[in-house]
């Protein structure tokens, strides 16, 4: 007589497996986690501003140690920005001039959290599916009012994103990616120094970051 064979020894093999839909929500929740635990990154964030006028692109060097120190440099060194605590300088080498602001709260792993927070309750999120073998998000502004009103993230598995483009649906998209990521590097202090030529002419106020 024969032995009758489990039933569940067969239905691995009879039956397709069961694949996990990964949501918008837990998409962002992981990019959150990750950005609010790492300890340092550096990449090359590129920018590319699309508009009646045409595409103008610009290239820069980050490098970020938590929970407060951050530079940005564009490839072409014509402008640094440095924070460190609560001191920001953007520094223009051509002008020998440097901006000079305090801020009191620049912690960025608060600052994590609070932009996340922000998407959450300003933005219906939508999972689009994968593309390029990234994780592609839709943000939709709940309010006409936003300065976007569409924002898509191409997220990598490993959940840092890789792409962002900003849609003001007026007619200006901003294109950024990001290359050379490394998570977690050796920084040295000294490239959280701010140490201009000596006749480097300090400002109040001005500009932040690459404006």
């Known amino acids: 007589m024969k032995k009758a064979t489990s039933l569940l020894i067969i239905l691995p093999f ?3 497996p069961v694949c996990y839909a990964i949501t918008a929500g837990e998409i962002l929740d992981n990019l959150e986690y990750n950005y609010k635990t ?5 990449c090359i964030i590129s920018e590319v501003v699309e508009g009646s006028w045409g595409e103008v ?3 820069y060097y980050i490098h970020l140690r938590m929970p407060n120190q951050l530079r940005m440099e564009s490839t072409d060194y014509s402008v640094i920005t440095l924070a460190s605590g609560g001191d920001v300088y953007t520094y223009y080498p051509d002008d020998n001039k440097a901006y000079y602001h305090t801020l009191e709260k620049f912690q960025g792993k608060a600052a994590v959290e609070a932009l996340f927070n922000f998407l959450r309750e300003s933005f219906n999120a939508e999972y689009l599916g994968l593309s390029d073998n990234l994780y592609k ?12 009103q569409e924002i898509y993230i191409w997220v990598m ?3 840092y994103i890789k792409r962002l483009n900003l849609d003001d649906g007026r007619g200006i998209i901003i294109n950024y990616s990001v290359s050379d990521l490394v998570i ?8 959280f120094i701010f140490d201009p030529p000596a006749d480097c002419l300090f400002l109040e106020g001005g500009p932040i970051g690459f404006q």
């Open 137 to 148: 998000v839709k943000l939709k502004a709940k309010e006409l009012y936003f300065p976007y």
């Open 14 to 16: 009879v039956l397709p």
């Open 38 to 42: 790492l300890d340092s990154l550096s």
């Open 157 to 159: 598995k490993e959940f």
């Open 184 to 191: 977690n590097p050796t920084l040295s202090e000294t490239l």
């Open 57 to 59: 692109e610009s290239n």
